[in-house]
């Protein structure tokens, strides 16, 4: 027996539907191109921009028109009237995003908030310098420096 009260299982499913924000990320050239297209898309509650990714995503040299396609997507997007969200883009403070428009700005990532732990791990077991402990452990650190590989040495820029 169900008390008279109790939501049936199409009531919530119509109220999850409700409630639920249905976004969708563009972190490529392609994807800016087509924000026009995708802000039609009928259940999109927002588009999501991600300008590092975006930036990385663009052949090198080319990233100065970058931000005149953002601008451009993000009027899209408010045209369209759908939410408009994104990580903090370069050079924008919170309050400049919320001032063209942004309904949603994050202004960490992942990456970062990992960076910052594995930093903050290394230097809660770094051993002191000075004090009782000090010279009890020895801070090995790598002699190995990173360097980007060429186009020649990955075989990349070559058609095949």
């Not at 009782?132 to 060429?150: D, F, H, I, T, Y």
Request: glycine share 10%; hydrophobic share 40%; charged share 25%.
């Amino acid at each position: 027996l169900r008390p008279s009260g109790a939501p049936s299982a199409q009531h919530l499913r119509r109220r999850g539907e409700e409630l639920l924000l249905k976004a969708c990320q563009v972190e490529t050239e392609a994807g800016l191109a087509a924000v026009k297209d995708i802000a039609q898309v009928e259940g999109i509650d927002m588009v999501f921009f991600a300008p590092v990714e975006l930036a990385a995503s663009c052949p090198r040299g080319q990233e100065a028109g970058l931000m005149l396609a953002l601008e451009t997507a993000e009027a899209e997007v408010k045209k369209a009237k759908k939410l408009l969200g994104g990580m903090l883009v370069p050079g924008r403070s919170v309050e400049q995003m919320f001032a063209v428009g942004y309904d949603l700005v994050c202004t960490t990532s992942d990456v970062i908030l990992i960076r910052s732990a594995a930093e903050n791990i290394v230097l809660e077991a770094k051993p002191p310098a000075t004090g009782p402990k000090a010279g009890l452990l020895k801070w090995v650190e790598s002699g190995r420096q990173g360097r980007l590989a060429s186009d020649k040495e990955t075989g990349g820029g070559t058609s095949a």
